[in-house]
């Protein structure tokens, strides 16, 4: 007894300090809460329906820069109807509903692994979300959508929004999965085509010298890292790693040149990719091409594999 409670104390030690680390986040934001990034997009949209320029020059660190495809101030239009300060605060609560929907997957199963990661995962979202940074929104559609038909169109939707989830396009892409690779590629190619419409001789492109951005360090030295972690994700989706998905979204964190702490939230889609590839679940769009190539993947009548569920 003694030997297994010394064996699970380093887990333990790491969870508590995790849930520890959410707790004091939710406390120590709800008292400062500030949706500003909210503000971004309600401006965005004010200035569609006055006709005045959708990407104005903003420093790139400000909370005001929008950067998004048309279509989401679009969407905010009629949340300008309110009050700024009343449409910004509901939004930041539907955010932290977001945070929550896109943690609750890891928790349908508990593991040491996953309630970790939902710990995790839920600090980075929690803090974004009193920001009121769309950030929780984008996750959430992304690990729900997982296993979906439709999952390709949402991946491009999100990338609309934060750009990063097109780091999945590479493991379809490698794998010759042609056809989710160039549903989620055209879906955002669709949905960023409209800006041609507008004047983007102001759009803000510099990602900015704060936060955790090894750009803002060394250029080269963030050029390597994008480049190994890559190649990283390529080698593992050449050798059908189910990893291939945690490398893709471990990606989303270390590719951009501007790096935040919230875009681990990317993690749990990964997770849970990497855990249905794990258990013999076939995705719907890999049906066809796993059929034609024959693939050797056994799915037992439970739909899990011989392999096991994932750790």
Same mark, same amino acid.
């Given at each position: ?21 959410? %707790? ?57 109807? !309110?009050?700024?300060?009343?449409? !910004? ?29 939902? +710990?995790?995962? /839920? ?10 940074? +769309? ?11 997982? /296993? ?9 939707? +999100? ?77 593992? +989706? ?16 270390? @590719? ?8 681990? %939230?990317?993690?749990?889609? /990964? ?31 439970? @739909? ?8």
């Amino acid at each position: 007894m003694a030997r297994r409670l010394l064996s699970r104390l380093p887990r333990t030690l790491a969870l508590a300090i995790l849930l520890g680390w959410l %707790a004091y986040t939710f406390a120590s934001w709800f008292l400062v809460w500030n949706p500003a990034d909210a503000g971004a997009y309600y401006d965005a949209a004010t200035r569609l329906t006055r006709g005045e320029p959708l990407y104005p020059s903003v420093h790139p660190e400000a909370h005001e820069v929008y950067r998004y495809a048309p279509w989401f101030a679009v969407a905010w239009i009629p949340l300008t109807a !309110l009050p700024r300060d009343t449409a !910004l605060h509901l939004w930041s609560l539907a955010m932290l509903a977001c945070a929550g929907a896109a943690v609750w997957p890891l928790l349908r199963r508990p593991t040491w692994t996953s309630v970790s990661l939902a +710990a995790l995962v /839920g600090q980075t979202l929690v803090e974004t979300a009193m920001f009121g940074n +769309a950030h929780p929104l984008v996750v959430a559609a992304l690990v729900w959508t997982v /296993g979906w038909r439709t999952f390709p169109v949402w991946v491009g939707v +999100a990338a609309s929004i934060k750009l990063v989830p097109l780091a999945l396009v590479i493991v379809w892409a490698t794998r010759r999965q042609w056809r989710p690779a160039t549903v989620a590629t055209g879906m955002a190619a669709t949905l960023f085509a409209p800006m041609l419409l507008f004047d983007l001789r102001s759009y803000v492109t510099d990602p900015g010298t704060g936060l955790l951005s090894l750009y803002a360090i060394s250029p080269q030295l963030w050029a390597v890292t994008a480049i190994a972690a890559t190649f990283a994700t390529a080698v593992l +989706a050449i050798r059908r790693s189910p990893y291939a998905w945690v490398a893709a979204a471990a990606l989303m964190f270390v @590719g951009p040149p501007r790096v935040v702490l919230s875009y681990l %939230a990317f993690l749990p889609v /990964g997770y849970e990719l990497a855990r249905r590839e794990r258990a013999g679940v076939r995705e719907p769009a890999q049906e066809s091409a796993g059929t034609r190539s024959g693939s050797s993947t056994s799915v037992m009548s439970n @739909g899990r594999s011989s392999a096991g569920p994932m750790k």
